[in-house]
Antibody, heavy 120, light 110 residues
Framework: EVHLVQSGAEVKKPGESLTISCRTS????????ITWVRQKPGKGLEWMGR????????TYSPSFQGHVTFSVDKSASTAYLQWDSLTASDSAMYFC?????????????WGQGTLVTVSS | QSVLTQPPSVSGAPGQRVTISCTGS?????????VHWYQQLPGTAPKLLIH???NRPSGVPDRFSGSKSGTSASLAITGLQTEDEADYYC??????????FGGGTKLTVL
């Protein structure tokens, strides 16, 4: 069975850096992209972008380009989402999901989510 | 404002049928890109409900069905149950914007 397990909740201060993880199992990691989705409290889903574990090729949504970085560790079948300098507006739940190898494909399954709180 | 438009809320009594619409444009749904649907129960991660317009993953009850026509798609739920109370999101691809989601629809089972 395919599983995506995300790292735990984080509380950070503005300006701090942060990396959260998404550990996968139950399938060949390089055969699917990993997509990242943000959900602010009480709001809808926002696609942040995706990474191809085969070659770490990334596509970022324009709304997130330059503010976050995706990476993978193929040996650990794990994807990462990184911020160099957090702001309060980054407070949200973040989900990773397995993404078929086409931009049209669906997301399945999803990780359980990582809650990020940025507050001074 | 989301690229794909969904009604903010729908409601129905147990046993009834409800539909949730997802309206796009000629650069996404109307361009032939597939539509997928997700169910998000309170406090949980989204779960795939329908993929590629009409296909139900294994384990999803046949009470859930999807359709697509022109620049719109719909999710139908028949035989409403209290456990169907959740947020529902449509998802497609836009030739200019990339992956896009609908704004989400809250289903209330009366």
């Amino acid at each position: 069975e395919v599983h995506l397990v995300q790292s735990g909740a984080e509380v950070k201060k503005p300006g701090e850096s942060l990396t959260i993880s998404c550990r996968t199992s139950g399938y060949t990691f390089s055969r699917n992209w990993i997509t990242w989705v943000r959900q602010k409290p009480g709001k809808g889903l926002e696609w942040m972008g995706r990474i191809d574990p085969t070659d770490s090729y990334t596509t970022y949504s324009p709304s997130f380009q330059g503010h976050v970085t995706f990476s993978v560790d193929k040996s650990a079948s794990t994807a990462y989402l990184q911020w160099d300098s957090l702001t309060a507006s980054d407070s949200a739940m973040y989900f990773c999901a397995r993404h078929g190898i086409s931009s049209q494909n669906w997301f399945d399954p999803w990780g359980q989510g990582t809650l990020v709180t940025v507050s001074s | 404002q989301s690229v794909l438009t969904q009604p903010p809320s729908v409601s129905g009594a147990p046993g009834q049928r409800v539909t949730i619409s997802c309206t796009g444009s000629s650069s996404n749904i109307g361009a032939g890109y597939d539509v997928h649907w997700y169910q998000q129960l309170p406090g949980t991660a989204p779960k795939l409900l329908i993929h590629a317009n009409t296909n139900r993953p294994s384990g999803v009850p046949d009470r859930f069905s999807g359709s697509k026509s022109g620049t719109s798609a719909s999710l139908a739920i028949t035989g409403l149950q209290t456990e169907d109370e959740a947020d529902y999101y449509c998802h497609s691809y836009d030739s200019s914007l990339g992956v896009v989601f609908g704004g989400g629809t809250k289903l209330t089972v009366l």
